[in-house]
């Protein structure tokens, strides 16, 4: 197996996703670009090969079972391993989100990409992760789905929204689990908070680039081998659950 290291990004084809790729291949990085879009997908590989990125596309949908189980073909097939998971992948499911008048399936449809997506893509990815000397899980996640910031008075944490935000607090619970499960692995599993980054995510209102919401997810990605698990963190350090 090369000694290069191997990286998996989900949701790489554009926004923050797309910066994290960037970021890991200005390493020296192999960078999956997992994307389900298959023209966008090869569009930011080739993007990031003419930046000097050693990046290779993944297809890649989160919610589908053969989709995912083929993607881990595909790293196992090129790699033989994989040292960096990051699930970036995530929908918001529109507006509006009040909690009285929502359907159901808005937030089943939320959930199923931002949280249990996650769950499918990191099992799948598991054994070739075990692999890696120093294998390091980043989920996306975001400062809304803090509890503590969502009940401070005067804590700006946007719209009321009762699929998307509460799927990050979902997802941060799921990655404290991850963690303690993995304890003993040295598989590091953090949550990361990009902050309000301008994106398609949120009509490019975010006061944020790309690549400062990149810049996290990398921290993460990147630890050492006595780095933190089971943790939640933005560019300040760690934010409250």
């Known amino acids: 197996m090369s000694e290069q290291t191997i990286a998996l990004v989900t949701g790489a084809n554009k926004g923050i996703g797309y910066e994290i790729a960037v970021g890991l291949g200005a390493l020296g990085w192999r960078v999956g670009v997992g994307a389900r879009d298959e023209e966008r997908r090869e ?20 919610t589908d079972d053969a989709s995912v189980t ?13 040292d960096v998971l990051v699930n970036n992948a995530g929908i918001t499911g529109g507006v509006p989100q009040m909690p009285t008048t929502v359907g159901p399936a808005t937030v089943r449809t939320v959930v199923e990409t931002n949280v249990i997506g996650v769950i499918r893509v990191t099992n799948a990815m598991l054994p070739l992760l075990r692999r890696s000397a120093s294998p390091r899980i980043v989920n996306m996640s975001s400062g809304v789905g803090s509890l503590t910031r969502q009940t401070t008075p005067g804590s700006d944490t946007g719209p009321i929204s009762v699929a998307y935000t509460p799927s990050k607090t979902f997802l941060n619970a799921v990655t404290v689990q991850y963690a303690k499960e993995l304890r003993d692995t040295g598989i590091l599993v953090n949550a990361a908070c990009p902050g309000y980054c301008a994106t398609d995510l949120n009509g490019f209102r975010g006061v944020r680039t790309p690549e400062q919401g990149a810049a996290v997810a990398i921290r993460l990605s990147t630890l050492p081998d006595d780095g933190p698990s089971g943790g939640f963190f933005d560019d300040e350090g760690v934010v409250p659950w």
């Open 43 to 62: 569009t930011a590989v080739a993007k990031l090969r003419a930046a000097g990125v050693d990046a290779f596309g993944v297809p890649l949908d989160v």
């Open 70 to 82: 083929g993607a881990a073909g595909l790293i196992e097939e090129s790699a033989g391993r994989l």
